[in-house]
């Protein structure tokens, strides 16, 4: 896909990356179908209407790993992406408009002044729910 950046390392997705100038017209769904967050892009025309809809609550869920989500509202960020053991494993870099989708540990970084959107998994479990790497 053009303007899509997929990063594995071992056979793992670590982070999938949405470039601003992404322009596949239709909807595109960029995440792996295992991905506990499903992330399309719609690039529709005029008069484009989804019919009324809504989607049935999953029965149970267990061992879901929590992804994330930063849209780069304004401004430029680097991500660190970790292996399960705390490994760096490398840095990308998001700038205004960019969208990345984050399936490991990670830190960031903002290099200019930021606006960030964050997204992921709920409810929120508080601060226990995160496993600090050295």
Known sequence: M????????????????????FDN????????????LQVGVHIQDKGFEAKPHK????????????????????????IGLYDDEGKKIRDVEGNTGDTLILNCGHSFLCLEDSELIEIKQG??????EKKYFN
Not at 2 to 21: F, P, Q, S, T
Not at 64 to 72: D, G, H, P, T
Not at 123 to 128: F, S, V
Request: proline share 3%; glycine share 8%; hydrophobic share 35%.
């Open 2 to 21: 053009d303007n899509i950046e997929k990063i594995e390392h071992d056979g793992k997705m670590l982070a999938i990356v949405i470039r601003k100038n």
């Open 25 to 36: 017209k239709g909807l595109t769904f960029v995440t792996e179908d295992d991905f506990g």
């Open 55 to 78: 989607h049935l609550p999953f029965e149970e869920l267990k061992n879901l790993s929590v992804q994330e989500i930063f849209y780069v509202k304004k401004g430029k960020i680097r």
């Open 123 to 128: 409810p929120y479990r508080g601060k226990k």
